[in-house]
């Protein structure tokens, strides 16, 4: 048994190392072991969270609901956020803000802040002079901009998610609309910076939606593709979305499901909102013709009474959908006047009947974006709270031609749970199964410049280029570089979006500004002066879109070549170094290359000639290039009209690509390292010294925002600490709020008690008389300035009680436990004297505790008798109003003192081994012990055939137990006595033979 455990160390040592790595790893994951996403919705959002235990949860929030509004109630000198501020719309409209998202990333003159000021009028939107946005005016002290109150709602969800999760949450995944451009982003992670957020990714609804379709459907996801069309009318927009699931091999993980959106159409303002402003206003006209002749005012310019109907817009809007008709109620509407009316299901789609018209138009804009017929599609699936609407559904059901509506998703969760699985794979501190994700770019992006070209001798002019960075509907993340090749001194080029001809004239003029950056360029010519001698290959600027769709321009190069001519033994050294290298990590350039990188390079060198024409074939080229290296099936998958223009000017952008020859050449080195060294020619052994040295030069960068200037280091900290301050009050009020609630529940609750007997026992009058005056002095000072003590003063009062109170609580609660206390006390009193009597009966030969463990046990048992009887009496001595001598405490101290010594001989008795029994002259055991079984006697009496009673190893089980046995743990207790108890031992050592068991160990 020894040899084979020893043989099996090496491996529990491993495990041992291995164990010891998780364990730091954990330890260093500790403080993000819970991730969070954030659905957030116009009208409400959802929270769930991913934890150890609890995979992918809805979070409740305070009031137990899975929804919470998006809705800030700001005050001089309190905040309410939640169902709390949805509560307080109502009494205070203009401080409560609600639909900001949809100020986010726009400037003053955008035709949306206008739509905002028409529907809620009582907001006052001022204009910040540095960056041309809104800002909300509470009050002429109180100033907030969109992107503050989203870091307010977005501090409260961390708050919900660390509450129910119960742990601090740090890391995140928002969504946002699929529609939302480069300034709304960027708006929302400031935001989320505000908010002391992580945003591991901002994913866009649709597709949250989608993988959390998809996560929950992975068996059905096979090689065949699924096209699947998603329409989400939400409360402030609609979003339709084709996606295409199917399974593709990818080299980390072999055959996965993945999910590409092929078709993304919209609707910025058509949804659940509109619709219950035409009810309000509907409900509004009702009212003032019920008024028409006692000359009241409009219902239209009270705050009040519009978020009133408002309310009651919403929860019409709410019934009618499954109500021909439903009586719109509502008490107290204006100047104490009730409002009843009828509403009828036709009537409310007479009221929106142009919106129902507008239901088709984002399923034709997402077939034309994917170039798909509904042939095609092989389900659509209603997401939203709106498509409960049955009209929309009608009307969604006729352009679309399918027999239903696919209705197996839920409508208002299916964002969140999508992005809380996304935040789970994308968090260091859990492992999922992959389903990759292919989103998709819905407005394209392009680089423009100008250069001087020479068309004739001496005659120069000016060319405008483009080049398409980003095509439309094209995959994200992704990396491109574009090379400038015919600069050699400072320039500045442009990052604008590209054709937008798919948005109507109303959609451009919401969308805002097309230029996104302006990028100058600073020392480009001193770069060339540095390497006069070396070869340029061009100024390379490297761009990244992000999982989050954000754009960045990560770094721009000056890249220059020369030939440095090394000797034959060396490169052949460093050819071999980089051929092990590149065994060891497995695969050879050429792959690792293209399964990791997404970069594209494009030059800018082109023909004189070349015109406008060329620009849709360079366009194609680089999609090309950039999503071939995505997934092995991406060729697939790409549109092919689009390819089919890039072929014919491939060949002329290769040649004049200063960057297509380098990785050719590692790849054609690392072809022929794997087979050895192949026989060469002598002109080709006298060409090997030469190689290639490249020098790279960082290009100073000076970029200018002209969508919307982001907000400047200095004011986003001001920010940060204006909603830091603004939490901390609300921590500071909670507290106060508590201390002030304890102290009056303190004063009622002893106030009461103060006449209750079991009080009025332990007390005299005079006692009763001082505490009941302190009392109503406290609550007088609590009624008169309680209002403007603070938390510090509320909580000496609260104390200055409790220490008035102290002794006739502590009286009180002392009779409470007498009687309990001593009746356990007696209880183990009399089990102790049994127990010790039994101990002092049992014969000599078989006594297992000395003399002296009785004795002590004898005298702590007649001590404990003593004290009780003594304190007993004294305690009858004193009168109910003075402090007790008996106390609970020293009763448990006695309790505890006996109870170890009780304890230490039953210890000691189950695991004392019993002593051999003596042996007569034949050689036979004595007789065995009445409790033995029949059994037992039987297998000690007869002995095997050839082997005496005396041959027996007695002792031999004691030897057999091997020493790593000892080593792991003391042995087991023994729960049979006497011959028995050998007769088990002897057993026992084939039985434990298993070397598991020590392993286990």
Known sequence: MAATVRKQRPRRLACWILMTILLADLLALSDTLAVMSVDLGSESMKVAIVKPGVPMEIVLNKESRRKTPVCVTLKENERFLGDTAAGMAIKNPKATLRYFQHLLGKKADNPHVALYRDRFPEHELSIDKQRQTVSFQISPQLQFSPEEVLGMVLNYSRSLAEDFAEQPIKDAVITVPAFFNQAE??????????????VLQLINDNTATALSYGVFRRKDINATAQNVMFYDMGSGSTVCTIVTYQTVKTKEAGMQPQLQIRGVGFDRTLGGLEMELRLREHLAGLFNEQRK???????????RAMAKLLREANRLKTILSANADHMAQIEGLMDDVDFKAKVTRVEFEELCADLFERVPGPVHQALQSAEMSLDEIEQVILVGGATRVPKVQDVLLKAVGKEELGKNINADEAAAMGAVYQAAALSKAFKVKPFVVRDAVIYPILVEFTREVEEEPGIHSLKHNKRVLFSRMGPYPQRKVITFNRYSHDFNFHINYGDLGFLGPED???FGSQNLTTVKLKGVGESFKKYPDYESKGIKAHFNLDESGVLSLDRVESVFETLVEDSPEEESTLTKLGNTISSLFGGGTTSDTKENGTDAVQEEEENPAEGSKDEPGEQGQLKEEAEAPVEDTSQSTTPGPKGDKATDQDKPAEKDSGDKPEPQKPNEKGQVGPEGVPPASEEEKKQKP?????????????LAVLDLPDLPEDELARSVQKLEDLTLRDLEKQEREKAANSLEAFIFETQDKLYQPEYQEVSTEEQREEISAKLSATSTWLEDEGFGATTVMLKE????L?????????????????????????NLLNHSSIFLKGARLIPEMDQIFTEVEMTTLEKVINETWAWKNATMAEQAKLPA???????SKDIEAKMLALDREVQYLLNKAKFTKPRPRPKDKNGTRTEPPLNASASDQGEKVIPTTGQTEEAKPIIEPEKEESRLEADAADSEPLELEGPAAESEQKEQPAEQKRPVKNDEL
């Open 797 to 800: 009062k609260l104390a200055e």
């Open 690 to 702: 030469a190689r290639k040295q490249k020098m790279v030069e960082e290009i100073a960068v000076e």
């Open 881 to 887: 109003t003075e402090k007790p001598v008996l106390l």
């Open 802 to 826: 409790r220490k008035l109170c102290q002794g006739l609580f502590f009286r009180v609660e002392e009779r409470k436990k007498w009687p309990e206390r001593l009746s356990a006390l007696d």
């Open 508 to 510: 451009l003029r919401v």
């Open 293 to 303: 002749g006692q000359r009241a005012k409009d219902v239209r310019e009270n705050p």
């Open 185 to 198: 982003r960027r708006a929302v992670l400031q935001a989320a910076r505000m908010a002391g957020l992580k």
